[in-house]
């Protein structure tokens, strides 16, 4: 087995940018020590499997032309069960990450799985996490909107449109600040796996079916309709300033 050095516990423990306290530190070193003295593997931080789905910051009763009924069997059933499969996939990984006789095609199938099941958490994170709103842009996200698109409503044609073009199918919408080109997007994502390479989503739309099927059937764009009467551009407007603050990191 390979030795486990200090500095690349402190690494791994530091992840994200949240160093662990000194005392924390001391009991993580001992139990690495003690799991090298008896020949068993350090646990993988990422595969701990301990993943829970973030709680509403909203009443699901008090949507406009979003369902109570939608929204919780959206949050339960869906966002719930892939936060189940995403620490089922993570708890086998963990499992097989020292078998040597795993065919390392059949571990892929698994890291794909991994890749699927995250992107998916990740995007209802985010989805959940920008409803609850009054559906009124302010502050510097419409600013820059406006900077980008000439005016809201530019934008907001371009964004349902996006929308309305996977009605029927599956996947996402996002507004999008791109590191790389320093500009905002509308970025169309046919699954969880496809998203803008280095990209901050800052306001995220559900196009799968579930996220509105039982509530306006195969109507898709009456549903576009309604989420967009109840974003909550508070949070997209602090999505959107820490994406800045980080842009601004990188460039230094």
């Given at each position: 087995m390979n030795n486990i050095s200090r500095r690349e516990a402190i690494e791994t423990m530091t992840l994200g940018g949240v160093a662990l306290s000194l005392t924390n530190l001391v009991t993580a070193e001992a139990q690495i020590k003690e799991a090298q003295t008896i020949g068993a593997p350090a646990?993988?931080?990422?595969?701990?499997?301990?993943?829970?789905?973030?709680?509403?910051?909203?009443?699901?009763?008090?949507l406009n032309g979003l369902s109570e009924k939608l929204i919780k069997s959206h949050y339960e059933n869906n966002y719930g069960g892939t936060v189940k499969a995403l620490n089922a996939v993570e708890l086998k990984l963990a499992a097989l990450i020292n078998e040597k006789d795993l065919p390392p095609y059949m571990y892929a199938d698994i890291k794909r799985e991994e890749l699927i099941r995250t992107g998916s958490v990740v995007m209802h994170d985010l989805y959940f996490g920008n409803l609850g709103g009054d559906g009124k842009a302010a502050s510097d996200?419409?600013?820059?909107?406006?900077?980008?698109?000439?005016?809201?409503?530019?934008?907001?044609?371009?964004?349902?449109?996006?929308?309305?073009?996977?009605?029927?199918?599956?996947?996402?919408?996002?507004?999008?600040?791109?590191?790389?080109?320093?500009?905002?997007?509308?970025?169309w994502?046919?699954?969880?796996?496809?998203?803008?390479?280095?990209?901050?989503?800052?306001?995220?739309?559900?196009?799968?079916?579930?996220?509105?099927?039982?509530?306006?059937?195969?109507?898709?764009?009456?549903?576009?309709?309604?989420?967009?009467?109840?974003?909550?551009?508070?949070?997209?407007?602090?999505?959107?300033?820490?994406?800045?603050?980080?842009?601004?990191?990188?460039?230094?």
């Open positions: 646990q993988v931080k990422a595969f701990a499997g301990l993943h829970q789905p973030k709680p509403l910051t909203f009443k699901p009763e008090k996200i419409l600013f820059a909107i406006r900077l980008t698109w000439g005016s809201y409503e530019a934008w907001e044609i371009e964004f349902k449109k996006v929308g309305n073009g996977l009605a029927g199918g599956s996947g996402w919408v996002t507004l999008g600040y791109n590191f790389h080109t320093g500009v905002l997007h509308n970025y994502g046919w699954d969880h796996m496809h998203n803008s390479p280095f990209s901050c989503p800052l306001l995220v739309m559900d196009m799968y079916e579930h996220s509105y099927h039982m509530d306006y059937g195969s109507a898709a764009a009456k549903y576009v309709d309604a989420f967009m009467l109840n974003v909550d551009w508070e949070e997209v407007n602090r999505r959107f300033v820490r994406s800045q603050k980080a842009a601004a990191s990188l460039k230094a």
